[in-house]
Each structure stands twice: as structure tokens, then as C-alpha cells.
């Protein structure tokens, strides 16, 4: 499995305080994800990096802003928590293009508690 | 943890016994498929994948039936085992793995094994 680390493994914030989470991966993997795991829905994709400076928002994105300074980090911020962001949050990294890159790795998850 | 399971489709089987879990895709465009399992309080892990010019892929125990007509999707444990409860998700995407690769993953199914 792909070396990926996620940091804090457990987090309990306040409403409308910051939170940002980390993603580090020591593959070289080009691409990266954020995804929250909810009960009933699955694991929905936040934003995600093609590249250093390179994002995208996913299908969830309203609420999080997402940075990528270099190939092995990808951080994930909450800019003012709310009680709808207590989730599971994974992160989730992939070599590249072509066919041989496009198993997805994931990291352990962060459980974000926002009181 | 345990939330995963929560609202989720269950199979229960007897140890020994070989374990079926279907998954329907709604993209008649994807054309790469993984199953992933997923431990309590873990990240999804990669088990298995198939390219939709495929019918059929075995592994280790693991075999994924791929049926393109009805979007369906199916992936069979042999000899299941108490280590094989876990909550189990397929995932699709279509493209050859470039900037516009995203999987999309079903809700998942919670397998659980009886000694």
C-alpha cells in the first residue's frame, strides 16, 4: 500500500473555529483526494490535485479550501467549522495517467468531531 | 468505525461458505471498476479491479464479474473467513486515468462472517 499519513487521526473542534487537516504521502504520487465518509452516503469527494498548485473542487466542496505547496502534502481547511462538517475525512492518492496509475490508495482517515 | 455500517446493506454468511456482493453502477461511460474493503476504523483498501473490456477478473479468493448491459457489477469471496467482515464498496470512473479521473463509489455493503 501506498505510504499515506493522516494527521490528526482524531480531532474535536467548536463551531466556527478553523480546522485544517493533513494529508502526507511519500510515494511521488502526482494526483491527490479529500473525501468525507458519512452514514448513508458513502465516500464523497471534496476537492481533490493534479499537481502541485493544481485543485479542483469535487462533488462537496462548499466549506473547504484545499492546498497543495508540494508534491507529497495536500492540506484540507475547514475555514469556519460547522456541526454538518463532523465526519470521517480520507485522503487518497494515485501515481498518474494511464492505465497502470489508476488504483486510488487511501490513508487511515481523520474523525472530525465539530461541537 | 462501526458508523460506516450504519444504513448499509448486510450479508451474512457462515465461515467457509463463498460470499456474492453486487454493486449497481449508473455511468454507462465508466470504464474501470475497483472493490475496495474496508475495516472498522480503517481506509478503504484495494482488492480488486477490472477494465470494462473485461468480463470476468479472479485474484486471491477474489473474483470480479462485470456485466456491462445491465451496469452491474459483482464480487464473489471464496471460502469466506471471519477476516473478510468488513463493509465491502465498489467504485467506477471512467478515462484512462487523466485530470478528469474521479471515482464515484457506490454506498457499500457490510459483510459479516459467522464462525
Known amino acids: 500500500d501506498a505510504g499515506i499519513t493522516q494527521s490528526p487521526r482524531h480531532k474535536v473542534t467548536e463551531t466556527g473555529t478553523p480546522v485544517t487537516l493533513r494529508c502526507h504521502q511519500t510515494e511521488n504520487h502526482r494526483y491527490m483526494y479529500w473525501y468525507r465518509q458519512d452514514p448513508g452516503h458513502g465516500l464523497r469527494l471534496i476537492h481533490y490535485s493534479y499537481g502541485v498548485k493544481d485543485t479542483d473542487k469535487g462533488e462537496v466542496s462548499d466549506g473547504y479550501s484545499v492546498s497543495r505547496s508540494k508534491t507529497e502534502d495536500f492540506l484540507l481547511t475547514l475555514e469556519s467549522a460547522t456541526s454538518s462538517q463532523t465526519s470521517v475525512y480520507f485522503c487518497a492518492s494515485r501515481g498518474g495517467s494511464g492505465t497502470t496509475n489508476e488504483k486510488l490508495f487511501f490513508g487511515s482517515g481523520t474523525q472530525l468531531s465539530v461541537l | 468505525g462501526e458508523s460506516v455500517g450504519l444504513h448499509l446493506p448486510t450479508l451474512s454468511v457462515q465461515e467457509g461458505d463463498n460470499s456474492i456482493i453486487n454493486c449497481a453502477y449508473s455511468n454507462s461511460a465508466s470504464d474501470y471498476f475497483i472493490w475496495y474493503k474496508q475495516e472498522s476504523g480503517k481506509g478503504p483498501q484495494f482488492i480488486i479491479d477490472?477494465?470494462?473490456?473485461?468480463d470476468k477478473r479472479q485474484g486471491q479468493r477474489v473474483t470480479v464479474l462485470l456485466n456491462k448491459t445491465v451496469k452491474h457489477l459483482s464480487l464473489q469471496i471464496a471460502a469466506t473467513q471471519p477476516g473478510d467482515s468488513a463493509v465491502y464498496f465498489c467504485a467506477e470512473t471512467e478515462g484512462s486515468g487523466g485530470s478528469n479521473y474521479k471515482l464515484t463509489f457506490g454506498k457499500g455493503t457490510l459483510l459479516t462472517v459467522n464462525p
Open positions: 477490472i477494465r470494462s473490456n473485461m
